[in-house]
């Protein structure tokens, strides 16, 4: 081989050396861009769903949004958002108010030993009642059966008072009355479904349509806020002429039928 072939070959292998050095540098430059590309994108879609997801932890719920609806007063209310609720004969002198949240297993207790009394005594006119509802069970639990569920007591006190409180008395029965963890009052199917077993709401289309359309919400809202303001710090609370009925030697409601027969004859004596 002359000493120019040589020299050729030489330069030729050079060639083929540094061609081959370009593409790989240039698979490696591509490589680092996709690379890069994708942690941008992975950057870019962590952040996008940190975003949405305090987007959507600062969207308004449901019910932030059914503070600004309309206002609907139930029939069979007075006040200036419909708040007071008072039932009985005129001839009655006095007024059992009774605060109440729907999810409040020590109402449903009460109601499930002394509310056969408490209608007994109202029917026959010994006084009359007044139902303030809390919803606070809502906050201290989460969920909002407690709102829904006087949202629909607002619906059936919208037919007539004695729905309302037979409507009120099933609710809290030991049949349909659920867990206080069990937010089972958020469903508005489970709602009627307790209602039709009340004579006056079964299939009743525009009970139904209320509890389904929400038309009671915000006056649920204005009454949780009636109780929130009462400085009443519990349920369930009874009050006679601004004084608490309690049992004996203790500052809860009276949990029997003797502790409140007890109670309300002082009561209606005072």
């Known amino acids: 081989m002359s000493k120019r072939n040589s020299a050729a070959a030489k330069t030729a292998a050079r060639e083929r050396l540094r061609i081959e050095r370009e593409r790989q540098a240039k698979r490696a430059k ?22 949405y997801a305090v987007v959507q932890n600062n969207k308004p719920t449901y019910w932030d949004e059914a503070k600004d609806k309309p206002l609907v007063k139930p029939d069979n209310t007075t006040g200036e958002n419909g708040t007071t609720v008072v039932m009985g004969k005129s001839t009655a002198k006095k007024t059992l108010v009774m605060y109440e949240d ?15 009394t408490v209608k007994s ?14 919803t606070f069970l809502d906050n201290s639990l989460t969920g909002e059966g407690s709102k829904n569920a006087l ?23 030991a049949k349909w009355h659920p867990e206080e963890s069990d937010d089972k009052f958020k469903d508005d ?26 038309t009671f919400d915000k006056w649920a809202l204005e009454m949780s806020k ?25 500052e809860n409601a009276p949990m029997t039928v003797a502790d409140f027969n007890t109670a309300l004859e002082a009561a209606l004596k005072a």
């Not at 009443?232 to 009925?245: C, E, Y």
């Open 102 to 116: 729907p999810r409040c297993p020590v109402c449903a207790q009460f109601e499930q030993t002394v509310g056969a």
């Open 226 to 250: 009636t109780f929130d303001d009462s400085g009443v710090t519990g349920t369930p609370t009874l009050k006679m002429d601004g004084k608490a009925l309690t049992a004996p030697g203790s």
């Open 121 to 134: 005594d109202y029917d026959a006119g010994k006084y009359k009642v007044q139902f303030v509802g809390a």
């Open 151 to 173: 949202s629909a007591l607002g619906a059936a006190l919208d037919v007539s008072p004695e729905a309302f409180l037979e409507y009120k008395t099933a609710l809290y029965s």
């Open 30 to 51: 591509i490589k680092r861009q996709v690379i890069v590309a994708c942690s941008v994108v992975g950057v870019l879609a962590a952040a996008g769903g940190i975003g």
């Open 189 to 214: 199917s489970y709602l009627i479904k307790v209602a039709d077993t009340v004579s006056a709401l079964k299939g009743n289309a525009d009970f139904e349509k209320a509890v389904k359309d929400g």
